[in-house]
């Protein structure tokens, strides 16, 4: 199985920071990676497919770009509501992996 | 818009059924997939039914002890879970493909299934 590792696993930021999630592949999954945002008792949320396509939507503060097995997920300026956990998932082969989230805190 | 079943509580060796009620789009022209989140953790893929029942796939961790099957007739996706063990215990979530006959964006999640696994 394809391994996801996210990091940081805990980003405390402020209102206005750009701030940075990376994802890395065990192996090359080329851009057949997703991004998710999930706030307490909610289900994810799509941002960001086939690692750099903003989900209609989703505010342009959010970008993605990667290829391979290295992934990184922006949010240019944060705002309130971006305080929240992120996953990245591959969707390699019909098959799919989940990172272990990063905790965007204050 | 994605409409699960309520609350389960089960013993461990017992299985458990969940339901996922589509609405508002051609059910079985989209793929369905199930997702679970235990208490803290991440997320984690437990498989996916394709559009129109062509084809399936469970995670390796899975196989042997889950099915999902699909009833177009009432537009419901099912997750059964068996052998069910205390680390079962989790929100078990329903998630449509983003586009016809596709895999692994998911665009519509369902509100999600409390299953409780203990003696």
Known sequence: ?106 | HLVQSGPEVKKPGASVKVSCKASGYTFAAYGISWVRQAPGQSLEWLGWISAFNVDRNYAHKFQGRVTITTDTSTNTAYLELRSLISDDTAVYYCARDRWSSSFGVFDIWGQGTVVTVSS
Do not use: N
């Not at chain 1, 997703?34 to 989900?55: C, F, H, N, R, V």
């Not at chain 1, 996953?87 to 805190?105: E, I, L, N, P, R």
């Open chain 1, 1 to 106: 199985d394809i391994q996801m590792t996210q990091s940081p696993s805990t980003l405390s930021a402020s209102v206005g920071d750009r701030v940075t999630i990376t994802c890395r592949a065990s192996q090359s999954i080329s851009d057949w990676l997703a991004w998710y945002q999930q706030k307490p008792g909610k289900a994810p949320k799509l941002l960001i497919y086939k690692a750099s396509t903003l989900e209609s939507g989703v505010p342009s503060r959010f970008s993605g770009s990667g290829s391979g097995t290295e992934f990184t997920l922006t949010i240019g300026s944060l705002q309130p509501d971006d305080f929240a956990t992120y996953y990245c998932q591959q969707y390699h082969s019909h098959s799919s992996t989940f990172g272990g989230g990063t905790k965007v805190d204050i």
